[in-house]
């Protein structure tokens, strides 16, 4: 699943649920952004809490304001699994570069520079990953109200090395929805369908993914989350993949965030153990 590992996501986000004018009180009208574009930028006093798809799983429902850049990133991401030989890998610098371009619409770059690949005997793997370019439309919530959500549809180009890229172009659609809960808990859900070349290499795959987040606030701007995440193909020989992912984020300013946490493997066809560390910067 080199697309899902190349996501970025941010649970703090989910923490973030908005009502009325962003930096206004909570039962102003909002002001009409639909105006503004590429050209005519969101002024900085109207643009919503800071929001990303990173680090949890599941893919945030807000877009970034239009005319604003948004930049995502692991500094790296370290993941063992140890059903067959067991298999290192570390994944330096992915990162998700994303640009709203009206104000319920963005476009996302995600590359993965280079990964190392090495297997319990010796053999290594090392190269760029793949490349995915995707597109998130916020069908609401995105600056009001107690619900938030979107369809992101994404497509995968093999421009990785050899043994790291899926060698096909492979591609899918994400359902991100976001809520308040009661005593100051927010809930994230999303469905993915993700079109994937099968590692027999001989046809396409359909794997439907499946997660849930829950978020809270910890101590002034750190934030906590604890996430599963389960993953389920139309191959009828690959078994179910189930984790757990528990994580932190910490605020620095309204437009810098940095993040870290762990993902646990839940069952013996997903990834045993991954940790990793990153930000999000918004310009």
């Not at 004018?21 to 590429?38: D, F, H, I, M, T």
């Not at 890229?165 to 993915?192: C, Q, V």
Request: net charge negative; glycine share 14%; charged share 20%.
């Amino acid at each position: 699943m080199a697309i899902l590992c190349s996501k970025m996501h941010i649970a703090a986000a989910l923490l973030g649920i908005h009502g009325g004018e962003p930096g206004g009180s909570a039962g102003a009208v909002p002001p009409n952004k639909g105006v503004y574009g590429l050209g005519n930028p969101t002024p900085r006093h109207l643009m919503r809490p800071l929001s990303a798809d990173r680090p949890d799983t599941t893919e945030s429902p807000y877009t970034v304001d239009a005319g604003h850049t948004q930049i995502e990133l692991s500094f790296a991401e370290w993941t063992r699994k140890d059903d067959g030989p067991r298999t290192d890998t570390v994944d330096f610098l992915p990162i998700n570069i994303k640009l709203g371009i009206t104000n319920s619409d963005e476009v996302q770059l995600v590359i993965s520079p280079y990964s190392v690949i090495e297997e319990d005997g010796g053999a290594r793997t090392a190269g760029p990953g793949d490349t995915a370019i995707r597109f998130k439309h916020n069908f609401w919530g995105n600056d009001s109200g107690g619900t938030a959500l979107a369809i992101m549809p994404f497509i995968s180009l093999p421009t990785g090395a050899s043994g790291i890229s899926a060698d096909r172009i492979e591609g899918g659609f994400i359902l991100p929805f976001a809520m308040g809960l009661p005593a100051g808990f927010s809930l994230g859900l999303m469905a993915e369908l993700d079109f994937v070349w099968n590692d027999d290499g001989t046809a396409y795959d359909l794997d439907f993914v499946h997660t849930a987040v829950l978020g809270h606030d910890l101590v002034g701007d750190l934030a906590g989350f604890v996430e599963y995440v389960g993953a389920a193909s139309s191959d009828s020989e690959t078994d179910y993949r189930a984790t757990a992912n528990l994580g932190l984020t910490l605020g620095l300013g309204p437009d810098v965030q940095l993040d870290g946490g762990v993902e646990l493997g839940l069952t013996e066809a997903a990834d045993d153990l991954r940790v990793y560390l990153g930000m999000t910067v918004r310009f």
